[in-house]
Nanobody, 126 residues
Framework: QVQMAESGGGLVQAGGSLRLSCAGS????????LGWFRQAPGKEREFVAS???????????YYADSVKGRFAISRDDAKNTLYLQMNGLKPEDTAVYYC????????????????WGQGTQVTVSS
């Protein structure tokens, strides 16, 4: 199985930046689709971004419309680590952010991700 643990959350002012990290383990981590989801109080957990491997050193990234142009997902498989660079943060980005792993290429649906981290809180103040 794959185990994952997020870090890097915190409190930031609107317009600021944060970089989230997700440390993973397991033999299949490097071949997995890796994703970020977020959940605000009283709302459904929603897709943020994913990154998949389509060939040797070839990655494919996908983003929710709400974060396109502001967030960037990346991975370092040599370190078993997933990242989410968040720029131009808005109060509506406030949520618990989760990293996850899937065996489905370009997965954007929560139910396609069987492995999850514990979440890290991101709070954006106005």
């Amino acid at each position: 199985q794959v185990q994952m643990a997020e870090s890097g959350g915190g409190l930031v002012q609107a317009g600021g930046s944060l970089r989230l990290s997700c440390a993973g383990s397991g033999r299949t981590f490097s071949s997995s689709t890796l994703g970020w989801f977020r959940q605000a109080p009283g709302k459904e957990r929603e897709f943020v971004a994913s990154i998949s491997v389509s060939g040797w050193n070839v990655y494919n990234a996908y983003y929710a419309d709400s974060v396109k142009g502001r967030f960037a997902i990346s991975r370092d498989d040599a370190k078993n680590t997933l990242y989410l660079q968040m720029n131009g943060l808005k109060p509506e980005d406030t949520a618990v952010y989760y990293c996850a792993a899937s065996g489905v290429f370009a997965a954007t649906v929560r139910t396609d991700y069987p492995y999850w981290g514990q979440g890290t809180q991101v709070t954006v103040s106005s």
